[in-house]
């Protein structure tokens, strides 16, 4: 209790409060622009920490992370462009809320789902920290090959109206991640002489064409028109069901986000399909998902907020990150001279309690950032469509470009928004090309060592009781939507004969 009060001390300091609301402010802005990301911008921002006490870096770098996750969701609800790839969900959801009138509803609560979710990784991070770490130390290679196929599981779900176009999609998308180097043995696939694709497909620019150009696109069908004929997106206010009725929804969601960020290699944007799915599985009304529905957007941000304070969980206990950004806090705090481990809480108890508390005062001051940038983000709605499109496009080049410094990474960013553009004018879902290529080379490398763990005797793998457990969820995923499927199939015919 003493290190929890030295970190609120620390923390309520008003140069502390200050650098959280700069680094808020920053990070809100990296989410929101096509092509940032919070890595992004924590990667940006680590040099500027050498000269600050540790505790103030690992709160600049927290603010940037938690800000950079939310502000994917701005462009998201706005104008149907995720800023992040775990903004995906929110953009299915938040356009369609736009164009009934709602978008201030929308993005109320993106903030409130969002805050909410990222308290509760706070309190996990603070609570449930050693215990959570125990968990992480049953997740091996076979759990990590079950976790990436319960993500993709998530694609019979998203494409419950046309299952064979998402499978077929997802598929296909599955293959484009084999090219490249073969995460095991290191031997170049698929590569056609081109140097370029030695890595692979880098996500961020296939990610980023696939979800912006096509919207780019749609605005030139009509350039001379504006995103709407007011600079309004409706009042902020909320229902009170949307709070009421989805209290459940939130706690579900954001320990969801937060079991998936505990898990090394996933993420903010594993964890908001995932945080989506489950919330469409219990809905009383699963068919509103995709057509504006509350309970999608809080689910999704609730979910992938939910996962930053899980990704730091592994780290500060066991130094093992469970993010990309928090590979780059690993690196921050061994530059301030703090190494993740089990020592750590108790060697430097006034610098990790700093960061903790922090994270949680952070996520409550991001509702009050958060709705100031909504409050003028809506004015991007006047915007004429050929001015912002040209701005997309520009922000969406500078941001692949800024991911690996090569061309390349442009002309795939324009072929992958040509074939989204194409996809959804035939109504293939895109949703299942990002799961694939997100979750694609993790459950390669991760079958690849598991048949190499258990040569001979896979079956072995069903006495590891979290694989079981992963394994019956996924089943379940795959079987659910089908049997819904069958039983409204069944009820037509019933109306039919009657």
């Known amino acids: 209790m003493q290190d929890i009060l030295i970190g609120f001390s620390n923390v309520l300091q008003p140069i ?21 990301s919070a890595t992004m911008a924590v990667a940006i921002f680590v040099p500027f920490t050498y000269g600050m006490e540790p505790g103030a870096a690992l709160l600049l770098l927290s603010a940037l992370f938690c800000g950079g996750v939310y502000g994917g969701s701005i462009p998201a609800v706005l104008v149907g462009i995720p800023g992040t790839p775990a903004s995906v969900p929110t953009a299915m959801e938040g356009k369609s809320l736009v164009k009934k009138g709602e978008g201030g509803r929308a993005l109320h609560l993106v903030t409130l789902a969002s805050c909410f979710g990222g308290f509760m990784s706070a309190l996990a991070l603070l609570i449930f ?10 997740v091996g290679q076979p759990e990590q090959m079950m976790v ?6 998530v694609v019979a779900m998203l494409a419950e109206n046309n299952l064979f176009k998402g499978v077929m999609v997802a598929v296909i998308a599955l293959i484009l991640a084999t090219f490249g180097q073969d995460p095991v043995q290191g031997f170049p696939r698929f590569t056609y002489g081109f140097s370029q694709l030695t890595g692979g497909f880098s996500v961020v620019p296939v990610l980023i064409g696939l979800f912006s150009l096509p919207e780019v696109f749609k605005m030139l ?40 960020g505990i ?60 993010s990309a950004p928090a590979a780059l806090f690993l690196g921050a705090m061994i530059i301030h001279g ?56 520009v922000l969406a080049v500078c941001g692949t470009y800024a991911t690996n410094k090569n061309m390349f990474d442009v002309w795939v960013m324009f072929g992958a928004g040509v074939l989204g553009y194409l996809m959804e004018r035939n109504q293939f879902p895109t949703s299942p090309v990002a799961l ?6 993790t459950m390669e490398k991760a079958m690849s060592l598991t048949k190499t763990m258990y040569e001979g005797r896979m079956l072995s793998v069903f006495t590891r009781p979290l694989f079981v457990i992963l394994f019956a969820l996924t089943v379940f995923s795959f079987v659910f939507p089908l049997a819904r499927q069958y039983r409204d199939r069944h009820k037509r015919h019933n109306a039919a004969q009657e």
């Open 436 to 441: 694939a290529l997100l979750l694609g080379s």
């Open 16 to 36: 502390n409060i200050l650098i959280c609301l700069g680094g808020l402010a920053v990070g809100v802005l990296f989410g929101a622009l096509p092509g940032f």
């Open 338 to 393: 703090v190494r993740p481990g089990p020592t750590l809480f108790s060697q430097h108890a006034d610098t990790v309690y700093t960061m903790i508390v922090g994270f949680a005062v952070i996520n409550l001051l991001m509702y009050l950032v958060g709705m100031i940038y909504c409050k003028f983000g809506s004015t991007i709605l006047l915007i004429p469509k050929s001015v912002l499109a040209t701005i997309i496009v």
């Open 129 to 138: 920290a050693p215990l959570l770490a125990q968990v992480a130390k049953m």
């Open 221 to 260: 069908e009509d350039p001379y028109g504006k995103m709407a004929e007011t600079g309004t997106v409706g009042s902020m206010k909320l229902k009170k069901e949307d709070f009421f009725k989805n209290i459940g929804n939130l706690f579900r969601s954001a320990i969801i986000g937060i079991g998936v």
């Open 263 to 322: 898990i090394p290699a996933a993420g903010p944007d594993i964890a908001a399909f995932l945080a989506y799915n489950e919330a469409r599985k219990a809905s009383k009304h699963p068919e509103d998902f995709g057509h504006g529905c509350a309970e999608g957007i809080i689910s999704a941000e609730s979910g992938n907020n939910g996962a930053t304070g899980g990704s730091l969980i592994p780290l500060l206990t066991l130094g093992i990150p469970g």
């Open 148 to 153: 990436a196929i319960f993500g993709l599981s």
